[in-house]
């Protein structure tokens, strides 16, 4: 009997699920997670381990190899992330190495974890007045640098050199004489460090916030008992406090010494509220870890470490910041739970929200969902008892929520003379009035650049990319056409390419236009634009939301980035200028995102003691999503479209796969896609529903053609099970990439 510890390694880089054992040696001290090196063939390998097992040698007929020796010190995956990584694997059809690789921060994976590291120079012993006595006056700044240093104990070599005036020459006098030292240190990039928090105390909850701080530590008590206990979706409209709640159960968890991790979609992640967390916690301001995608490579590695070495119990962060290596996690809350950006639409393609309600299941900790426009999905697990449901249906201080008046743009179409109507009258008055009376307004577009496209009157022209299906925006201060899929750009022709006919014109139009015509109709106005080409800088947002904070703007005009998550308290009216951009594109959820883009925008007016006014400019005044959101019914919306999805059988009510292949060939995408749609049809499993190849709707991208099927069944496991089957003994022509998206939230 030879009983030996075999480790199993999952090797990196390997496309399918490649794991090998080998021995492990007595000398090391492994645990699953770890990362370690190992022969593979001829060559080196890392890769992670994921179990441990006492096997008797002798019997296993061949030798085995050992592995070679281990990356860092401490395993990179706690147990809760590989059990995560395997459950995330099997249901979204993804190699699980893929999976861990998204797990953790690059820096990281490879040969050995890189760390930044920078010159500091220490003292090699105690400074004796005797030491200091042999310093000449001539040499003062030797002097000087070696009292800096033994009031310190260490100083950066730049601070030294650069801010103390100390020379190199000096410093390496000093160490020639054996009295100091020069060594690289491991550095923490965190670039909030130099900021100062002043420390804000929890508020005094009203009865709905006390009620669901009560039902989070319920939840708490229940798992920590061993009972049963269900997600929570915390239904609360804008404004009704649902950060304060947060946080108070944030407080909670780490009082009982575990950690907590807080989604927020990468949007809302602005600033302010990564200094609301920062503030609350402003004494152990350390311990709390913010990842955004702002972020250096670096910084996002120096702030994932924190958090492994449990130095930092809090995270909060946007998609991938579930996979944070919290230990003994006590809460986990995905704020804007409905959001879209929760959906990764690279392999692996998880939802966050979903994977976080997974992790908390296995984990044993509370999750809280909140949001003001619940997802459907969402909604529809409460009724069918999945989750728990409670609610806030109250604006702190009982603030009414903003009036929402429609405005009907065909009929101001009719007065204008030219061009598109951008502003109707009527929101132009109640903007003038804004400014007359100081007060702000926000006014939103979710749409960049200049002008939507440019064609040709006389023959029909479009500026299309020639690399996508789809037009080209005009950006006027680049004074370029540039594809908003891959982002390709040309000059703007001066005359039609194709009739030559110098009658090209611009239509719809973007926030740059928007600006320009602003500028021209509030001319005393301070004007400042939000969307991604005018905040490329670092800080840039930072330093406009701060400046219209403090009143140094009147109206803020912006996409997306300005939606979510923003407290104004002297913004008075918010403008919607075109409420049907997204209503009209084949996609089931449509309608329910208009409605949840119109509330969330609206919920921005009004958040202070004065009372909102929200302004939306539609051509379809009547469609039940525009409707429903000026009456703020969100239970209303959700039983028309509850039943519309019901009714075809769409999610919630099924699951979804969506299969594509891509191809720069056209014939080989779509042959390799009816190869494996034969396939799939010849024994598909009853309940499962499937659609014909058909070409994508947007047929090519990034120069790819790109054909699709749809798979429906009620269970999501059944489809994968399914696929997988099929696709384990298929293969595909190099040049053709097919890919499975399973709950998929753009349908290609
Ligand atoms: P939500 O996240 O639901 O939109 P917030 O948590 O941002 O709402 O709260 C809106 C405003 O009300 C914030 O300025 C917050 O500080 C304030 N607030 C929240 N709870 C209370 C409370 N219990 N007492 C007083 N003010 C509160
Ligand atoms: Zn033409
Ligand atoms: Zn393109």
Not at 461 to 468: D, F, I, K, M, T
Not at 726 to 732: A, E
Request: net charge positive; proline share 5%.
């Amino acid at each position: 009997m030879a009983r030996e510890q075999i480790v199993k390694v999952l090797i990196d880089g390997a496309t399918s699920d490649l794991s090998f054992s080998y021995l492990l040696p007595d000398t090391y001290a492994v645990i699953p997670g770890h990362r370690v090196s190992v022969p593979l063939r001829n060559r080196r390998a890392i890769g992670t381990v994921t179990s441990i097992e006492s096997v008797d040698t002798a019997e296993l007929g061949y030798a085995l190899k050992p592995i070679l020796g281990v990356v860092a010190e401490d395993p990179f995956l706690t147990p809760g992330l590989l059990k995560l990584a395997e459950w995330i694997s099997a249901f979204y059809l993804t190699p699980i190495e893929t999976v861990i690789r998204s797990m953790l921060p690059k820096p990281s994976r490879g040969d050995e974890e890189k760390r930044k590291t920078t010159k500091y120079v220490e003292l090699a012993g105690p400074v004796t007045p005797e030491i200091l006595d042999t310093i000449s006056a001539r040499q003062q700044k030797q002097r000087e640098a070696l009292e800096i240093l033994s009031e310190k104990g260490a100083s950066r070599l730049t601070d030294l050199t650069d801010n103390m005036g100390v020379s190199r020459s000096s410093l390496k006098a000093l160490e020639e004489r054996g009295l100091v030292r020069v060594v690289d240190r491991i550095v923490n990039r965190d670039p909030l460090s130099e900021v100062e928090y002043v420390e804000s105390g929890p508020l005094t909850l009203n009865a709905e916030q006390r009620v669901v701080l009560d039902q989070v530590f319920e939840s708490s008590r229940r798992i920590s008992n061993g009972e049963k206990s269900r997600p929570i979706l915390l239904y609360g409209v804008t404004g009704s406090g649902k950060t304060e709640v947060y946080l108070q159960a944030i407080q909670k968890a780490i009082e009982e010494g575990k950690g907590a991790i807080v989604l927020v979609p990468e949007i809302a992640l602005t600033p302010q509220t990564a200094d609301r967390f920062k503030q609350r916690f402003a004494k152990i301001k350390d311990q709390v870890a913010i990842l955004h995608s702002n972020l250096s490579e670096g910084e996002r590695h120096d702030e994932w470490r924190k958090v492994l070495d449990q130095k930092a119990r809090i995270v909060i962060g946007a998609r991938s910041a579930i996979f944070s290596p919290v230990r003994n996690l006590g809460l986990i809350v995905v704020d804007e739970e409905h959001e879209n950006s929760y959906k990764q639409d690279t392999s692996p393609r998880y939802q966050a929200r979903d994977i976080a309600v997974v992790r908390g299941h296995l984990e044993g900790c509370p999750v809280l969902l909140g949001s003001a426009t619940p997802s459907l999905e969402s909604w529809q697990n409460v009724q069918s008892g999945k989750y728990e449901l409670t609610t806030m249906r109250l604006r702190i201080d009982d603030r009414k929520l903003p009036l929402i008046r429609v405005i009907d743009m065909r009929n101001e179409g009719k007065k204008s003379q030219s061009g598109p109507t951008i502003l109707s009258t009527r929101l132009r008055n109640l903007m003038e009035q804004r400014l007359a009376n100081g007060e702000q307004t926000i006014l939103f577009l979710n749409r960049r650049g200049f002008a939507r496209n440019i064609l040709c009157p006389e023959c029909g022209y479009v500026a299309n990319c020639r690399h996508c299906s789809t037009t080209m925006t005009l950006h006027r201060k680049e004074d370029r056409l540039i594809c908003h899929i891959c982002g390709f750009s040309q000059l703007p022709p001066s005359r039609c390419p194709e009739c030559s006919s110098r009658s090209i014109v611009n239509a719809g139009y973007g926030t740059e236009r928007v600006e320009e015509i602003l500028r021209q109709v509030f001319t005393e106005a301070r004007i400042s634009r939000v969307d991604t080409d005018s905040m490329r800088k670092k800080n840039e947002l930072r330093d406009t939301l701060n400046a219209f904070r403090a009143k140094k703007i009147d109206i803020l005009l912006g996409t997306q980035m300005i939606a979510k998550g923003l407290h104004f308290p002297n913004v008075t009216l918010v403008g919607i200028l075109n409420a049907d951009v997204g209503l009209y594109i084949p996609d089931f959820r449509a309608g329910e995102r208009t409605f949840q883009l119109l509330t969330q925008v609206a919920g921005r007016a009004g958040r202070g003691e004065l009372e909102g006014e929200v302004v939306v400019q539609t051509y379809t005044p009547h469609h039940p999503s525009i409707q429903f959101a000026r009456h703020h019914d969100f239970e209303g919306y959700a039983e028309y479209e509850l039943a519309l999805r019901r009714q075809f059988g769409h999610p919630p009510y099924s699951h979804l796969a969506l299969v594509t292949s891509r191809s720069v060939h056209l014939e080989r995408a779509e042959f390799s896609l009816k190869t494996l749609h034969a396939r799939l049809k010849r024994h598909l499993p009853e309940g499962i529903t499937m659609t014909d190849p058909l070409p994508s709707p947007l047929v090519k991208s990034h120069d790819q053609w790109r054909f699709q099927i749809v798979l429906k069944s009620v269970g999501a496991r059944r489809l994968a099970g399914h696929l997988r089957e099929v696709m384990k003994d298929l293969t595909f022509p190099e040049d053709v990439i097919i890919t499975v998206d399973i709950d998929p939230y753009s349908m290609g």
